[in-house]
């Protein structure tokens, strides 16, 4: 199956496919997939139907909830790049609809292609379990079952090498903040990796949706660390974003904040892809939830302590 072509909608299953060694099965990309960096020279299938560059989040949250309530989808796929390609595997998702392009958008824009035999695989991650399986049956689809046992046992391998180090140690209480406008916590696989990384979760179900919460919510919990990594922000975006937080008299006031174990982090490359570099999301996790842990070196690159210009 070495000559097959293959088409990734989503960044996750990008990541995962070139983490098996696969990286060169793949022929296109969505708007979103950026990493490996070799894989933005690959044609674009994908684009959203609202603004982003320059939005902020309060207004990226309004197009999108106003996309959803008239029944339109949030993206688009290219139906006429994607025939042209040919692909023989197409990855997408069908976990969210306003997270990145779905199934039903992949089905729409195959439609009307009747001679389309490609193999689509839709992905639907809520656990870190379930992302195992997700990197089998990718690897399953391109004929490379083994590699996807290797991945998975690479992966748990690192997980249990971050949970060794934190163990015994005291476990901070950590509010993780995945939307910033409005304020939304971290859902699905993130309270696991709290959890290895040797925190308490403050909010957010294991397997569940990420839930919308409040500053309120925030500072009746009263964290002992804070972690602001927006989904699709990178570092200098939620910099930005964070005037929202900096701004509110309630929020300066907690004490995670006045003691300066506030963090920001990329949430577009780590926490919010559901694929190998959770990895690393879990060693951040153990850095800033253990300030003495040496060796992952991830503050002050992809993490960045946060105090508000005064």
Not at 42 to 71: H, M, N, Y
Not at 114 to 136: F, G, M, W
Not at 150 to 162: T, W
Request: glycine share 8%; hydrophobic share 40%.
């Amino acid at each position: 199956m070495s000559g097959l072509r293959v088409v990734s909608l989503i960044a996750s299953a990008t990541e995962i496919l070139h983490e098996l060694g696969a990286g060169d099965l793949q022929v296109a990309r969505s708007h979103e997939c950026d990493w490996p960096e070799s894989v933005l020279d690959l044609p674009l299938l994908t684009s959203t139907k609202f603004k982003v560059e320059g939005a902020s989040s309060i207004e990226i949250d309004r197009a999108v909830k106003s996309l959803v309530e008239q029944g339109l989808a949030v993206y688009e796929v290219d139906a006429k790049g994607m025939k042209a390609i040919q692909p023989d595997v197409i990855l997408t998702q069908d976990q969210c609809e306003v997270c990145a392009v779905s199934l039903a958008d992949v089905e729409r824009a195959v439609a009307d292609w009747t001679e389309c035999k490609a193999n689509v695989v839709s992905l639907r991650p809520h656990t870190l379990a379930d992302i195992y399986s997700d990197n089998q049956r990718i690897a399953g689809a391109i004929g490379r079952p083994e590699a996807g046992q290797d991945l998975n046992a690479r992966m748990q391998r690192r997980f249990a090498e971050i949970s060794e180090r934190v163990s015994g140690r005291t476990k901070p209480r950590l509010a993780y903040i995945e939307w910033i406008d409005p304020p939304m916590s971290g859902g699905h696989w993130m309270p696991e990796l709290i959890d290895i990384a040797g925190g308490i979760n403050l909010f957010g179900a294991h397997g569940a949706q990420s839930p919308w919460i409040s500053v309120a919510d925030v500072v009746a919990s009263d964290p002992d660390v804070i972690l602001v990594g927006p989904c699709g922000y990178d570092l200098a975006k939620t910099r930005e974003e964070m005037r929202v937080l900096d701004g509110n008299p309630q929020w300066q006031a907690l004490r995670a904040v006045r003691e300066g174990r506030q963090f920001i982090t990329d949430g577009n490359a780590f926490f919010n892809r559901p694929g190998p570099r959770l990895v690393e999301s879990a060693e951040i996790l153990a850095e800033i939830l253990h300030p003495g842990i040496q060796g992952f070196g991830h503050i002050g690159q992809t993490v960045l302590q946060h105090r508000p210009v005064s």
